[in-house]
């Protein structure tokens, strides 16, 4: 199975800064990665899709880069609706894998 | 606008059985794959089963042999059988629509529903 590693596991940010969450992929994947937000008590969102595109309605202070192996998701301008955990997922092969996640807090 | 209503779970003796229900609507269900992903309590999600439109299915390993996912395209259900239930197995299972293009993906999530295994 493809493992995915993302760095960090918790971050700590204010509002208008800009972050930057990294997964790592134990093999090549193409762009065949996404991006989630999950909100507590609420289910995962799909932020971006193939590694950078985002999905309609995802503001545009989300973006997402990276092939094969190393993979980015950046906030440029932190909102208070932004804390939340992001989560990447990899769906080059079966099983599908998830990180294990990002924890953005204030 | 698509929903997903998951329904079915509680709490249960290891060992114990139960069937997961999702009720999806908003769109055209026969034509897309349907996944159940779960999250235990405080932890990630973990990718648990997937079955495509005319019924093919795939298990994650830690699963295979105990979970079995189905669907009724005429109801626009998918349901997920859960035997042999360990303390283990305890978590949030979302049913999830799959986009799949070059790869599966997650675009819709239900609110989920809690399994809780006790010993």
């Known amino acids: 199975a493809i493992q995915l590693t993302q760095s960090p596991s918790s971050l700590s940010a204010s509002v208008g800064d800009r972050v930057t969450i990294t997964c790592r992929a134990s093999q090549g994947i193409n762009s065949a990665l996404t991006w989630y937000q999950q909100k507590p008590g609420k289910a995962p969102k799909f932020l971006i899709n193939?590694?950078?595109n985002l999905e309609n309605g995802v503001p545009p202070r989300f973006s997402g880069s990276g092939s094969g192996t190393d993979f980015t998701l950046t906030i440029s301008s932190l909102q208070s609706e932004d804390f939340a955990a992001y989560y990447c997922?990899?769906?080059?092969?079966?099983?599908?894998?998830f990180g294990q996640g990002t924890r953005l807090e204030i | 606008e698509v929903q997903l209503l998951e329904s079915g779970g509680g709490l249960v003796q290891a060992g114990g059985s139960l069937r997961l229900s999702c009720a999806a609507s908003g769109f055209t269900f026969s034509s897309y794959a349907m996944s159940w992903v779960r999250q235990a309590p405080g932890k990630g999600l973990e990718w648990v089963s997937a079955?495509?439109?005319?019924?093919?299915?795939t298990y994650a390993d830690s699963v295979k042999g105990r979970f079995t996912i189905s669907r009724d395209n005429s109801r626009n259900a998918v349901y997920l059988q859960i035997d042999s239930l360990r303390v283990e197995d305890t978590a949030i299972y979302f049913c999830?629509?799959?986009?799949?293009?070059?790869?599966?993906?997650?675009?819709?999530w239900g609110q989920g529903t809690l399994v809780a295994v006790s010993s």
């Open positions: 999830a629509k799959m986009r799949c293009l070059g790869g599966c993906r997650f675009d819709a």
């Open positions: 997922q990899q769906y080059s092969s079966y099983p599908i894998t």
């Open positions: 193939d590694a950078s």
């Open positions: 079955i495509a439109g005319g019924g093919g299915s």
